[in-house]
Structures are given as C-alpha cells and as structure tokens.
C-alpha cells in the first residue's frame, strides 16, 4: 500500500488530523490497531464524551500550563469555539455544564465518534484496521511502515498513537518507541488525571468509596499556595474523584522527589468562626448526643466518627464533653485535614498520561518533528497534557488538525 500521509492511530488525534486534510487531493490513510477506530474516545468522560472546554484561547491555555507556550498556535488555529463549530456544523448540539465542560447534548461519544469517522470517510480518507504498526523507517524521503502482515510506504507519517494509559483501548505506547528511534526524546511516561495514594494511617481501608460533594484542597509547590475545589472520594488506600484528579496534575512531578502534603477542607462553606459557632449551637441542641452524630447532616457519618476520634482522641464522645482544646482541633481537622500523599495510582487507571515526546524538539507552529523531515506528531503521544474538563480531547482535535494541515500542505 502507498500514500502521501499516513497517520498511525484513529484516536481523536489521528481522526482530526485525517479530516483536516480530507478533499485536499492528498491520499491519506489512518492506521489503528483496533477493528473500530476511537476505542478510547467511546470511553470519555464516562461515555459522554467531553469534547472540549468553553474557554476563550487564553483561558484554555492558562489552563494548560506548563505547556501554554508549545500549544499556543494550535489553539488558536483549532480553538474550543472552532471544535464547537465543527461538531454543531454537523448537527451535533452541545450543551455546556456550568463548570464549562462541553458535551454532546445525547450525551454519547459513540455520536462524536460517528461524525469523525464519517467526515473522514467522506473525505477518501482510506481506513486500515486490526493493523499494528511495528516498524517504522525512511530511506531516501520515504517512510516505510510495517506491520505483521502490511507495509505501507507513504511521503509523511503523522504519529497519532496516544499516551500509555488505559491500553486495552490500543494506546500502549508505541509511539514512543517509533519517536525514539528517531532519535527523540521520551520524557519518563507517568500517570496523570489519576487517584492519588497516601500514608496516613487513619484512611487505610476505613473509607473507602466515600465520598464528598464539595472540598477544597490545598497544597504548596514552590512556596506558592495552589487550591483546588469539587468532589471528591475517600479509596481504599487514598483520595480520588475530579478534584484529586487535577490535584494529581498539579504533583505528579513533585511526587518524584518526595511526598506531598495536602490539606482538605471538608466543609469549605464555613469559615473557622463560623463553623465554631455551627458546633457549638449543634451541641447545645443536642447536648447528649455521640459528639459524631450532630454532623450527619454535614458529612458522611463514617468520616465524622474518624476525624472526631481524631480531634478527642476518645471513641463516641458525647457532645457536651467536648473541652475548647479538642474542639479547636476538630475545627482545624474540619478545615484542614491534612493528607500525606506517596504516589500515585497506576498509569494504566490514569486519564491521561504525562510525559512522551519532549516538546523541544517538535515546532510547535507545524507538528513536525525538529530532527525528521516530513515527520509529525499528533495528541497524547506528545509530552503535553491539560486538566479534566474537556481539556485533553481538545489538545487532541488541535494538534491533529495543525499536523494534518502542515503534512497536507506540502503536497
Ligand atoms: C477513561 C477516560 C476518560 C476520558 N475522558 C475524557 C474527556 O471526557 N474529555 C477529555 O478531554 N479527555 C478525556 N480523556 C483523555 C482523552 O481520551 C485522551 O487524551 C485522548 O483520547 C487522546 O487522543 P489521542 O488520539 O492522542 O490518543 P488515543 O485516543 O489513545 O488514540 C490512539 C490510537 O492509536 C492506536 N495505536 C496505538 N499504537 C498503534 C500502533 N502501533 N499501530 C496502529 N495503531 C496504534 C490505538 O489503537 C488508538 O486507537 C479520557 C481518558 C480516559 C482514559
């Protein structure tokens, strides 16, 4: 088989990038190891698929940091309006949540699926399915890719082959490998956007699956206080859920020199005084009651029982005998549960990978690799990453279609 690009991996990426250049003349073949294309895109934002986030371009990438400055120009050729635009052009409504997450209104990612592999078909884009790439290799300005039973000869190659996580969805890293062999640099590949796990004793297979609705965690990083709020849920060994999910981004770094400490604010409605206030008007309504149970209405009554525990060092104290000393140190735990954080979960249970194709050697205005003419690199393979909220998918749609573009272009 022959083309003049061919893009290996039919995730988001790859599909944006082969639809950028659809109806360009250019033929164009996408390469996935899966019979269907887009087995981790069906999987996103728990089947219904967050597609992107409504920010405006310096928004999103603020967002992004640290890797703002690389993602700059494919934003703002591709930005979150323009994916928008793109979906409903196609009769996909959107519906937007109030904390900007962006989804299609059936709420299915098998219908986000549809419109981009139906573009791109309509586009001649020639789909090559259950085909594994192994090898890729140029000599004399063409690239030769191998699978067990194919080889397929192209002008340019658009790597598009996704991160490291979840790999029953064909994301298994591979691209790292054909980037290394061309002399790239793979930053360490790691888990981000992933539940986090901690020491601290009094959580140890205590609480698991419970869960809070609205917390505010706190850490520093470089002597800079960064806080984070949403739910959160208590696992097996540590903390999960969406906010912990962005606090996980915020450490997977520091996590290699070292633990980190964080703080929770469990009900972070109330200020000190006001919370001092709340207990004591609880205890004199209710002066002979476990001293856990007068906050059943506030938190989770297996939480309660533990941080009460913790604050009087005394099983089932009854309210009233809560001295100023104890009830000063409930009120910190309250505001300022502190956790000790080792490492994370695995990166196979991760939303996103951190780490990849270091981005110093990728021109951040084409796609195209500094070190391999005609050599390009699209989505999650890349060392880039953003928080949860429609963020990643929106980095996928935006660096395949700048590398579809800049690979068409030289036809
Ligand atoms: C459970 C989950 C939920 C998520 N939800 C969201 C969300 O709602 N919003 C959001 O923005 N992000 C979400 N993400 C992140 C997002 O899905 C990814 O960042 C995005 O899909 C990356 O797209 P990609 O095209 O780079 O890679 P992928 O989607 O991983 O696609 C890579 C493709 O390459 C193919 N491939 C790999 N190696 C080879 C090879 N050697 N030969 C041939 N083909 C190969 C694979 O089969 C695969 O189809 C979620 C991730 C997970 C795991």
Avoid at 67 to 85: G, K, M, N, Q, T
Avoid at 97 to 120: I, K
Avoid at 237 to 265: A, H
Avoid at 309 to 327: F, G, H, V, Y
Wanted: glycine share 8%; with cysteine; charged share 25%.
């Amino acid at each position: 088989m022959n083309a003049n690009v061919c893009i290996v991996g039919g995730g988001a990426a790859g599909l944006m990038a082969a639809i950028s250049s659809a109806q360009s003349g250019t033929k164009m073949i996408v390469v996935d190891s899966n019979s269907n294309p887009g087995r981790k895109l069906l999987k996103t934002g728990g089947g219904r698929c967050n597609i992107t986030h409504s920010h405006s371009v310096d928004e999103f990438l603020n967002a992004c940091r640290p890797y703002s400055r690389f993602l700059r120009h494919c934003i703002y050729e591709f930005s979150p309006e323009a994916v928008c635009d793109f979906f409903r052009d196609k009769d996909i409504d959107l519906i937007t949540e109030a904390n900007g997450s962006v989804f299609p209104v059936t709420n299915r990612a098998s219908d986000v699926l549809r419109v981009l592999v139906d573009t791109a078909r309509r586009g001649d884009v020639e789909f090559v399915q259950n085909c594994t790439i192994d090898t890729i290799e140029k000599k004399d300005d063409i690239f030769s890719l191998r699978s067990k039973s194919k080889e397929i000869t192209c002008e340019r190659v658009i790597i598009a082959t996704g991160g490291k996580s979840l790999s029953l969805t064909g994301s298994r890293g591979d691209g790292y490998k054909f980037a290394s062999f061309f002399g790239h640099t793979i930053n360490t590949p790691r888990a981000c956007l992933v539940g986090l796990i901690a020491s601290d004793n009094w959580l140890q297979g205590k609480l698991g699956g419970v869960s809070l609705r609205d917390v505010e965690i706190s850490l520093k990083l470089s002597n800079k206080k960064h806080s984070l709020r949403g739910p959160m849920v208590f696992t097996s060994n540590g903390i999960g859920g969406p906010v912990v999910l962005n606090v996980s981004r915020e450490i997977v770094d520091e996590l290699i020199s070292g633990d980190v400490e964080l703080s929770i604010d469990i009900l972070p409605d109330f200020n000190e005084n006001l919370l001092r206030q709340e207990i004591i008007n609880r205890i004199n309504s209710n002066p002979k009651r476990e001293l856990a149970s007068i906050f059943t209405d506030l938190l989770p009554r297996s939480l309660a029982i533990i941080i009460c525990q913790m604050a009087t060092q005394k099983r089932n104290l009854i309210a009233n005998q809560l001295d100023k000393s104890s009830r000063t140190k409930l009120i910190s735990l309250l505001k300022k549960l502190p956790i000790t954080i080792i490492k994370t979960r695995g990166i196979e249970e991760a939303t996103v990978t951190r780490g990849g194709v270091s981005i110093e050697e990728i021109d951040s205005k084409t796609m195209q690799s500094k070190i391999v003419d005609s050599l390009f690199f699209a989505g999650e393979v890349i060392d880039v990453d953003g928080p949860c909220g429609g963020y990643n998918l929106q980095i996928a749609f935006s660096t395949g279609m700048l590398a579809g573009r800049s690979a068409t272009k030289r036809n």
